[in-house]
């Protein structure tokens, strides 16, 4: 974690983002004005339920767009637009830039490769020499605890445990020394104890090279235990942002004390977890008014036509159309 960025550029800024898929011009866009920044060394959360489009935006960062979507808006990697890049400046940002650490590990490694080749990958695209290559990514294997780096390079995918390959994705994602790492729920496909592990090697990692990491979970108490700031989103859209601090001692959004109280906790005499009532909306039925009102507790006939606009409240934004009443405390 850091807090030092604050007059530093962005590593990255994902700015009015709206995406919608071609044959559903008329329905509700699956991102609906994300905007997002990320500073150098900055740890920053983006929580929500399945389906809230966290996986659409990530992926957008690296280009990564459903087939036929259409944008508006930016997303800029250390000031470049991904979504107007061509394509060798797509493979720059994927080189050199921005990385991706998936969900599940053996989705993202070719199986019948050695994993030498899959670490080391990038860096030959980007012309490093073999030798050096191979040096670099024993170096990597090693800083994300792998015994015997060496004899690692040489062995296959199915030799590893899965978050024995995780460590080697993280490592893979570190090769060309990006700005940014983007994790989209890294650890949900792993045991605990081997979830807790990862995520101390990548935020140790991230720390020490003051990466920028943007992580998606679905987990709001990890998120405010690793990150700096938090993004909430429902249905397509950011409904509340600020420090994770903050937001997990005072949400200003329903949805998001919702999303709090749902979550066990460790603490003995915290309340017990209490689902938010009723589904997530899908994007494309999503109400025209707020797309959590039909679930809100709080829910004015206000809220089911317009839609609130991301406002400030305490030191974050909330859109939320009673945020400043303190109907939460
Ligand atoms: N390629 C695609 N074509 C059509 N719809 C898509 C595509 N990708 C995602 N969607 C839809 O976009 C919405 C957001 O999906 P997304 O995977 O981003 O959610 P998520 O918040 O990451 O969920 P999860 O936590 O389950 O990964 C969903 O309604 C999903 O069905």
Request: charged share 25%; with cysteine; aromatic share 4%.
């Amino acid at each position: 974690m850091s807090n030092t960025h604050a007059n530093t550029r962005p590593v990255l800024e994902i700015d009015r983002l709206t995406l919608r898929l071609p044959e559903g011009q008329a329905a509700r866009p699956l991102l609906d004005g994300v905007s997002l920044t990320v500073a150098p060394g900055e740890t920053v959360g983006l929580v929500g339920e399945s389906g809230s489009g966290k996986s659409v935006a990530c992926r957008s960062v690296l280009g990564l767009l459903p087939r036929g979507a259409r944008t508006t808006g930016q997303v800029r990697v250390c000031g470049r637009d991904v979504l107007t890049a061509d394509r060798a400046g797509l493979a720059e940002v994927r080189a050199r830039q921005a990385a991706m650490v998936f969900q599940d590990p053996r989705a993202s490694v070719n199986p019948l490769r050695r994993v030498g080749d899959f670490v080391t990958e990038g860096l030959r695209a980007a012309g490093t020499p073999a030798a050096k290559a191979t040096a670099r990514a024993e170096e990597l294997l090693a800083a994300v605890g792998i015994r015997d780096p060496r004899g690692a390079l040489r062995r296959r995918p199915h030799e590893f445990s899965g978050g024995m390959l995780q460590r080697v994705v993280i490592a893979a994602a570190l090769a060309g020394d990006p700005a940014l790492i983007v994790a989209d729920e890294p650890t949900t496909a792993l045991d605990v104890t081997t979830q807790a592990e990862i995520i101390a090697i990548l935020t140790r990692l991230q720390a020490e090279r003051g990466t920028g990491l943007l992580f998606v979970t679905h987990d709001l108490e990890l998120a405010a235990a690793i990150c700096d700031r938090v993004y909430v989103m429902y249905a397509g859209r950011i409904v509340e942002t600020r420090a994770a601090g903050e937001l997990f001692d005072r949400p200003r959004h329903p949805y998001t004390a919702g999303l709090l109280s749902c979550t066990p906790r460790i603490d003995p005499d915290a309340p017990a977890p209490r689902p938010i009532e009723g589904r997530p909306v899908s994007v494309s039925e999503a109400p025209p008014g707020c797309a959590f009102a039909a679930r809100c507790a709080h829910a004015l006939p206000r809220c089911e036509e317009e839609a609130p606009a991301l406002t400030a409240y305490g030191e974050g934004l909330a859109a939320c159309h009673r945020a400043d009443e303190g109907i939460l405390l």
